[in-house]
């Protein structure tokens, strides 16, 4: 089990630097959302290593929470850069 | 080791492999966005349920179970969601695929 | 062992990601930088074994994320922010501050692993001590946490939950700049696709079936009222994403809120000047679950009005109309 967590661990560095060099913000978004996914599974296997069922709760409010304001910053941003597209054009 | 856990610890290691095959995907020189969100979305929100299944596996039928069998469906609801908003929103904005001259739509 | 060890990584990339907000040179990606950074603190904090705090770091983060943008993007519409950005981004970056400050914290970092596991200095634990072995004996509660409802620290609790409920009055209050911008029965230009509603409304019941679960889970297990109250305004969230009207009366969510807020003084009040909680005998226990249940409800329920105010106040800006007359209304108090 601690395998599974060193690699989940070892895996936030590639999305990292994604999230870091990302060429536009989308990817940045995109780096965002998948360390969120890898973040929801450290804390299952945490819960499932030290038997604590408790910790599920906390992983799904988690997962609610993080995707609900990962999809409220793509709706914002695609508004503010259609409107600069349009002030663009003009 | 008794049967259950080896079947689990094979199960985790698929989810593993997948999510492993994933960041070839996410660092191909010469793609752009729309080819990394297909192929990350797709093998992240794969290695999640696998890995998921195997724990679940592991312990059996009990009340942990009942909560990763929970976690599930939320993630198999909620990931490809993001996956599709954050497409959708990137098309909107007029962020078409990589620019050659500079005039890309970076913050 | 492996816990430690995992929670000094998180820890060096929890530095990292700090530095990466430091240097970062546009706003959004100080957004994106500071969810990543929010996201690896709760993990920290649940690591570190306080997981009611590591839940209210992660979903506080979630709604100030949306907070943050709102602002932002009202800003830059103004379009004086924009060209302020375009200026500022034009200067060439200095590497050389960058890497002296990466080598800089990876010293301190590698000190602070190398250094700190060998330490023999405690802080004294004597209070703790007490607390955590006299909390049954004293009070009754299964938690040491309800034990604070309960026994311990009441009058701190109420001259806390006193500061909190003026500090979210004054932040409604302060944003309300203009009070004809929430108009009841119209639609939101949030766009939203048909397959985010479907998505949406498998979600919704969930969760609103998870925060009553949490609510009546919590005299037991760790969270309580505030994740129960958070699972709430998720689900108010989640139903404004598949409606998209603003149907819902805020006036009357504020004023349910100071309602709520004036139960939770009165009921621990009557609580523990009536006393039937400390009563040793055969329904002790019982009325001490009731009573806990019923906190964690209002506590939960003032939680999830809170957020969701505030929520809708923030996204109802943008029904503001668009330049010359937001100009208008930003730039009142100014002249």
């Known amino acids: 089990m601690y395998i599974v967590l060193a690699i989940m661990l070892g895996l936030l560095v590639p999305y990292g630097i994604r999230v870091a060099i990302g060429p536009s913000v989308w990817d940045r978004l995109l780096g965002m959302n998948l360390i969120a996914c890898k973040i929801i599974i450290i804390i299952i296997i945490f819960a499932s290593v030290s038997e604590m069922t408790f910790l599920m709760d906390f992983a799904i409010l988690y997962a609610v929470s993080g995707f609900i304001g990962t999809i409220f910053i793509a709706l914002f941003l695609s508004e503010r850069d259609r409107r600069k597209g349009q002030e663009d054009k003009e | 080791m008794s049967v259950q856990e080896i079947v689990s610890f094979i199960i985790m290691g698929i989810g593993i492999a997948f999510m492993l095959v994933g960041i070839i995907g996410m660092f191909q020189p010469k793609k752009d966005f729309y080819y990394r969100l297909l192929v990350a979305c797709k093998i992240d929100t794969i290695g999640l349920l696998t890995i998921g299944i195997g724990l679940a596996i592991r312990h059996g039928f009990s009340f942990f179970t009942g909560k990763i069998i929970l976690i599930i469906i939320i993630i198999m609801v909620l990931n490809p969601l993001v996956a599709h908003i954050i497409a959708q929103a990137a098309y909107r904005s007029g962020y078409v695929s990589i620019c050659k001259d500079g005039d890309s739509f970076d913050h | 062992m492996a816990i430690a060890l995992t929670t000094e990584i998180l820890l060096v990339f929890w530095v990292v990601n700090a530095i990466w907000i430091v240097f970062a040179k546009k706003t959004y990606r100080v957004m994106i930088f500071f969810g990543v950074f929010s996201l690896i603190t709760s993990v920290i904090y649940l690591f570190l074994g306080a997981p009611d705090v590591a839940m209210a770091e992660a979903g506080i983060s979630a709604f100030a994320t949306i907070f943050f943008i709102v602002c932002i993007e009202k800003y830059y519409s103004r379009g004086s922010g924009l060209k302020a950005e375009m200026a500022s981004a034009a200067k060439p970056r200095n590497y050389f501050k960058l890497v002296a400050a990466f080598a800089f914290v990876a010293m301190l970092c590698g000190l602070f692993i190398f250094f700190v596991p060998t330490t023999t200095e405690y802080a004294y634990t004597e209070l703790r001590d007490l607390y955590l072995f006299q909390f049954m004996r004293d009070v009754g509660g299964r938690n040491a946490v309800t034990a604070i409802y309960l026994g311990y620290r009441v009058y701190d609790t109420l001259f806390e939950a006193l500061l909190l409920v003026t500090a979210v009055v004054a932040v409604i209050h ?97 609580a523990i000047f009536t006393g039937f909680i400390y009563f040793y005998g055969y329904a002790t226990e019982m009325f001490q679950n009731i009573y806990l249940i019923a906190m964690n409800f209002l506590v939960g329920l003032k939680v999830a009005f809170g957020f969701f105010v505030l929520f809708y106040r923030y996204i109802a800006i943008e029904r503001l109309p668009d330049k010359e007359e937001v100009v208008e209304a930003f730039d009142d108090g100014e002249d």
């Open chain 3, 174 to 270: 302060l944003s309300w700049f203009d009070r004809t911008i929430v108009a009841d029965g119209r639609h939101s230009e949030v766009e939203r696709s048909r397959m985010t509603k479907f998505a949406m409304r498998i979600v919704c019941p969930i969760i609103l079936l998870f925060g009553m679960y949490l609510v009546m889970n919590g005299h037991i297990s760790a969270g309580g009222g505030f994740l129960g109250g958070l699972a709430f305004a998720l689900f108010l969230v989640c139903r404004f994403m598949v409606l998209g009207v603003y149907d819902l009366p805020i006036e009357k969510a504020m004023k349910l809120e100071e309602l709520v807020f004036i139960n939770i003084i009165i009921l621990p009040i009557f």
